[in-house]
């Protein structure tokens, strides 16, 4: 899996790299010289790290270098250490009115993606707010009658290699986490896995 990435960002600096790379000089009896391109790709994690060590800022920013970091700690990182924690998730109740102030509330939050709860705070669905944008939507309206049941989850302790997989088989963006007692802990997005990748977490 790393060395996936790997050749991902090598792919990444490439271009970058182009004004420092040696050419040499190719020529036969039938053609004109031409110039043959010596590319380098690293052989190893050290080769790589001196690869960037030597790239001057001005080709490969810090920001850059932080994207590059992400990628290369992949593998060590857990879907607890990017989901947003339950103390700051924000959930609605199945009876709920979705009236003016509630729906005020929803939108200040910045979310897109809201479970929505029974009376024991057992988690039914969520709410998407694209729903909640409908025009026919009436302020009488309770949170039940919109909501997805189609929601998967993950575990505290899975990889993020882990929510990738599940990214990918379930097509879900958002997932509820679990912890060790299958109690919830939170949830994670395809936009925290991206922002991490983006160097932005």
Known sequence: MWFKFLQKIV???DPKLEKYRLHEKKSDLDNPPIEKKLEYTPKNLEDFIDVLKRTPKNILSDSDRK??????????????DLM???SEMV????????????????YKSGFTIFPVVNEKDKVLGVIHT???NALEIKDTDRAEKYLDPNFSYLKTSD???????????????????????????????IEMLLDYFLGEN
Not at 95 to 103: K, Y
């Open 11 to 13: 792919q990444f600096l």
């Open 67 to 80: 994207k590059i970091a992400s990628v290369m700690s992949f593998d060590d990182r857990l879907v607890s």
């Open 84 to 86: 947003l924690p339950k």
């Open 91 to 106: 959930f609605v109740k199945r009876l709920e009115i979705l009236g003016p102030l509630t729906l005020d509330k929803l």
């Open 130 to 132: 694209d729903a909640l």
């Open 159 to 189: 990889s993020l290699e882990t929510a990738v997989e599940k990214i990918k088989k379930t097509n879900h963006y958002y997932f509820l986490v679990l912890d060790e007692k299958d109690s919830l802990a939170g949830f994670f997005t």
